[in-house]
């Protein structure tokens, strides 16, 4: 099993920056990718960024050039920092981690954008 902890998230103004934390315990070698989804209330489920155990990342166009997804194999943890953060960012964030047959998801963390 894997467990997932996440850390990091506040309340910020428009324009600026946090960066959450997703550390792994367990059998991470299991896991081939880490996801970033985020909610807001009365939304969808939304993919925000994802980073393969190799490293390899990609990003949704809404936050493609303000966010960065990276990993810490050390530490076990993946980091995403989130720079010039918009209100329409408010939402709770959650880190998920993949392996062949399961899907392992942490607590969430809640984001909030607003002046």
């Known amino acids: 099993q894997v467990q997932l902890v996440e850390s990091g998230g506040d309340s910020v103004q428009p324009g600026g920056s946090l960066r959450l934390s997703c550390a792994a315990s367990?059998?991470?070698?299991?896991?081939?990718?880490t996801v970033w989804y985020r909610q807001a209330p009365g939304k969808q489920r939304e993919l925000v960024a994802r980073?393969?155990?190799?490293?390899?990342?990609d990003y949704s166009d809404s936050v493609k050039g303000r966010f960065t997804i990276s990993r810490d194999n050390a530490k076990s943890t993946v980091y995403l920092q989130m720079n010039s953060l918009k209100p329409e960012d408010t939402a709770v964030y959650y880190c998920?981690?993949?392996?062949?047959?399961?899907?392992?998801w942490g607590q969430g963390t809640q984001v909030t954008v607003s002046s």
């Open positions: 367990g059998r991470i070698f299991e896991i081939y990718m």
């Open positions: 980073i393969t155990s190799g490293g390899i990342a």
């Open positions: 998920n981690g993949r392996s062949l047959e399961n899907d392992y």
